[in-house]
């Protein structure tokens, strides 16, 4: 009776942590919060596949730890004289269990998205720590090409899983496909979208830069902006919970437009989803680049919920006519 009251609780427990297990896999992968009874001690990273990678091994090394546990109470044989062994023995199996289901994601998982080979990408004596990739034209005469200058951002691919090679970060190329700068970022990072833009009367070139996760979602992001010494003259960064997307950036004046996404949890019951759904909110922004500020923001979820309460259209940012 009493080894079998221990596996039907090991069997609870075990039960128990795969359910919790799942909840936090679905509240991180819908963009929602995981309360911190959850996940703390877990997310040991700031990509949040890292975290529930960890708290899958996790919770299946606790889970098989209660099963050793329930069948190591099973006997009975001289209780009351093994009860300091076993006081022992258990906590020592326990640990050996989750070291054992832990240890091969420390072993071979949480690359830095960013991260890189430098075999095949370029390699200066003068300046050992630049990698930029090397460019290939596909095409039969690359002499050919337009004059002028190309602005490219070494960036992985997303439906091949191998490193990149090179850094990531802003490049410029001449005709000939050679380097002519080139400013790596941090391997937590990668790079998109350079573009020549005109600011208080002066050509300043402009770069996304941040961090994406393994399922191409933008954790974080970030607009740089430097002048014709390349000195840093601005940094845009998301406000209100908006995190800033590599996908456009025009500057006009003092202020620039930049896109940017949200997780914003929502009923989808009534269009035919989930009641605990969440979407990817986009929108446009302004920025002030003096002050790094937010001017206004178009947001496309906005006209949305507006459309289905009688709104007709938005026609700028913060302005709807009704019917």
């Not at 596949?49 to 730890?65: D, F, N």
């Not at 000195?231 to 004046?253: N, Y």
Request: charged letters at 15%; glycine letters at 10%.
């Amino acid at each position: 009776m009493t080894a079998s009251r221990q596996i039907v609780r090991g069997l609870r427990v075990a039960v128990l942590i795969t359910f919790a297990t799942a909840l936090v896999g679905h509240l991180i992968g819908s963009g929602r919060g995981v309360p911190q009874a959850l996940i703390y001690g877990l997310r040991l990273g700031p990509r949040g596949q890292l975290a529930v990678e960890l708290g899958y091994y996790v919770a299946v090394g606790m889970a098989a730890a209660a099963t050793v546990a329930a069948i190591s109470l099973v006997s009975n044989r001289a209780r009351h004289k093994r009860r300091v062994t076993r006081s022992v023995r258990i906590p020592v199996a326990v640990t050996v269990v989750l070291v054992c289901f832990v240890a091969p994601d420390f072993a071979v998982g949480g690359s830095p998205v960013g991260a890189y080979t430098s075999r095949g990408a370029y390699q200066f004596v003068s300046a050992p720590a630049l990698h930029p990739p090397i460019v290939r034209a596909d095409v039969t005469q690359p002499g050919r090409l337009a004059t002028g200058y190309i602005f490219i951002a070494n960036f992985y691919e997303p439906s091949n899983p191998a490193t990149m090679v090179g850094q990531s970060g802003p490049l410029i190329l001449d005709q000939r496909l050679s380097p002519v700068w080139f400013k790596p970022v941090p391997e937590n990072d990668l790079a998109g979208n350079l573009s020549l833009q005109i600011y208080a009367g002066q050509p300043v070139l402009a770069w996304w830069q941040g961090e994406i996760s393994d399922n191409d979602v933008t954790e974080s992001g970030e607009y740089v902006v430097v002048d014709q010494h390349y000195k840093v003259v601005a940094r845009l960064q998301g406000a209100d919970g908006w995190v800033l997307t590599l996908h456009e950036i025009v500057i006009r004046g003092d202020d620039a437009w930049v896109t940017a996404s949200e997780n914003v949890s929502l009923n989808l019951s009534r269009y035919g989803g989930t009641r605990d759904g969440s979407v990817i909110d986009s929108a446009v922004q302004e920025y002030n680049l003096g002050t790094g500020k937010l001017v206004r923001t178009w947001d496309a979820l906005a006209p949305l919920s507006a459309v289905r309460e009688g709104m007709v259209c938005l026609l700028w940012p913060g302005r709807l006519d009704s019917e």
